[in-house]
């Protein structure tokens, strides 16, 4: 069983037994309601076929329909697909959208193909999965490298096999030419930068003078970086998956951002300590730890060597269960990823509404929106950790608990339980 079908299950498995919840409804709400496996035929360039696989994992719409990114990686596995809807379930929930969860992965390397390769790989992906797929169904959206020119394809390839039927609503973070939002660009990086200023006034009594590490420079942490030095904060440390630099007088987030854009090392940066090893930099001196990289990077072996008192996850499952327990021991707080980065799925939302209004929302009513919703969430789940757990346990159960007792009520409602 993968590491991310474990912490999915044990996070689960803790609020259902807080909330006094059944082993029955256990089951019921951990195992996803449907998981497509498609093969993925592509003729590349040198006149060879090679064959991919993708998953679709569709694991509860007691709220509303699927929703969930398309991942693109080597290391994508149908246990890690069916474990990421299970998170989305909760991150929508908590969110308080429409939204059931959903997950997609395709098992390819997209650095290794062309353009015209990664459309055909695509299209050929949406052709398996088009009759599950719809803006009232399931609604796919940008993940581990996939972009605004992904979903674009995903959008004709729907569109030519429903016969011409445009429904911009099918995916989101499309391209703005195709109904999409210049805010769902930064939507993550921004969702993350806002409640780690919202943790920073309750833990460090406020936001600026604090000093951030970021492993992750994507577009999560590129994002977030540069919103939180704009706030005051100073990035001492970057890591990226070659390298991590930390500079205790501070990082130039834009000069880094220019020296990754050229040569993909942030290790390149002038000024500071070069660590070979990315991970090192999550134990050096910072108030703050926003891990927006791969899951697992916080774990038994280096959770005890963290300095910080802050963690805001902007990756999705980068603290094991295992740190999770020591660090909430230590009095570390964390700030989980079904609230620290739903900014993306909420500035999703924000664009499928706006697709089916007619393109009626502007980009600043979008982006105060989003900051409205992610504020909320985070002083409803603040709020339930302090007054209902008495900051007994984690912050993730009490978003956990918030979550799973929305959809549980949902699915009484409509006599699934």
């Known amino acids: 069983m993968s590491s991310e079908i474990i912490q999915a299950e044990t996070f689960?498995?803790?609020?259902?037994?807080?909330?006094?919840?059944?082993q029955e409804v256990y089951e019921l709400l951990k195992t996803p309601e449907r998981v497509i496996q498609v093969k993925i035929p592509v003729r590349t360039n040198d006149g060879k076929v090679r064959t991919f696989v993708g998953w679709r994992s569709q694991h509860n719409s007691a709220l509303g329909p699927y929703k969930g990114g398309i991942r693109y990686h080597p290391d994508v596995?149908?246990?890690?697909?069916?474990?990421?809807s299970m998170i989305m379930t909760w991150k929508n929930a908590l969110a308080g959208l429409p939204y059931g969860g959903g997950?997609?992965?395709?098992?390819?390397?997209p650095k290794e193909l062309s353009k015209q390769e990664l459309e055909q790989l695509t299209r050929q992906y949406v052709r398996g999965i088009a009759r599950y797929i719809g803006p009232d169904i399931d609604i796919p959206a940008p993940d581990v490298y996939t972009d605004p020119q992904v979903m674009a394809w995903i959008l004709d390839e729907f569109v030519n096999l429903k016969m011409g039927d445009i429904q911009f609503g099918v995916v989101t973070g499309k391209p703005t030419l195709l109904g999409g939002l210049d805010t769902r660009v930064k939507a993550t990086g921004l969702g993350v930068a806002l409640v780690t200023k919202l943790a920073a006034e309750k833990v460090l009594g406020q936001l600026e003078g604090s000093t951030v590490i970021v492993h992750g420079f994507g577009n999560v942490g590129q994002y977030a970086?540069?919103?939180?030095?704009?706030?005051?904060?100073?990035?001492?440390?970057?890591?990226?998956?070659k390298s991590a630099v930390y500079n205790k007088n501070g990082i130039d987030v834009e000069k880094l951002a220019e020296i990754k854009k050229k040569t993909d090392?942030?290790?390149?940066?002038?000024?500071g300590t070069k660590l070979s090893n990315p991970d090192d930099v999550l134990k050096m001196n910072a108030d703050i730890i926003i891990p927006a990289s791969i899951a697992d990077v916080i774990n038994k072996q280096n959770a005890s060597e963290i300095k910080a008192k802050i963690i805001v996850e902007g990756a999705n499952s980068p603290t094991t269960v295992e740190a999770e327990d020591l660090l909430t021991r230590k009095g570390v707080v964390i700030i989980p990823d079904i609230l620290a980065n739903s900014g993306g799925v909420i500035t999703s939302h924000i664009e499928w509404v706006n697709n089916r209004m007619g393109m009626w929302l502007k980009e600043q009513e979008a982006e105060q929106r989003l900051t409205e919703k992610m504020t909320e969430n985070f002083k409803a789940v603040w709020s339930y950790w302090e007054n209902k757990l008495s900051r007994q346990g984690s912050v993730r159960l009490a978003a956990y608990m918030i979550a799973v007792e929305r959809v549980v009520n949902a699915m009484k409602l409509r006599g699934q339980i």
């Open 103 to 109: 997950k997609g992965g395709v098992k390819v390397n």
């Open 12 to 22: 689960l498995k803790r609020a259902v037994e807080k909330l006094g919840l059944s």
């Open 265 to 271: 090392n942030v290790g390149d940066y002038p000024e």
């Open 225 to 241: 970086a540069r919103i939180l030095s704009s706030w005051g904060t100073k990035i001492v440390g970057v890591a990226d998956s």
């Open 77 to 84: 596995t149908m246990d890690e697909v069916i474990a990421l």
